[in-house]
């Protein structure tokens, strides 16, 4: 589960998101509800005396906190690509915003000159 939210929700909140801190804010969240429902889901199932437990109860799971550290960590790092990625984008939608508004405004003060000489000769 918290594979699957690290994979859907990580890199699309740095994307989408310009400011990193809420981006990240937003990833832990996210990240922390699914591992502690996770947690609790395979808790029951080891004291359940379910036929197929995720851990035994003899041995502290330190694999599992390994592996659940690494996706943690890999989750920031894909925030952080999402928010590289996504500011080029604010960027270079900003750069043609701003080239198209100076082109419309060179076009009209051009026209606006052609006006007032017409006038002057007329």
Do not use: K
Request: proline share 2%; aromatic share 12%.
């Amino acid at each position: 589960m918290i594979a699957v939210v690290t994979i859907l929700g990580a890199f699309p909140l740095g994307f989408f998101l310009s400011n990193r801190l809420a981006a990240n804010t937003a990833y832990a969240i996210a990240y922390l509800w699914a591992f502690v429902f996770q947690g609790i889901y395979l808790m029951l199932d080891s004291l359940d005396g379910g036929m197929n437990p995720a851990f035994e109860t003899s041995e502290f799971p330190l694999s599992y906190g390994v592996v659940t550290l690494a996706i943690f960590a890999v989750g920031f790092g894909l925030v952080q690509l999402g928010h590289r990625v996504g500011r080029g984008r604010r960027e270079r939608r900003q750069v043609s915003s701003g080239s198209s508004l100076t082109s419309t405004t060179t076009a009209s003060a051009a026209n606006g000159n052609a006006a007032a000489s017409a006038n002057v000769a007329g």
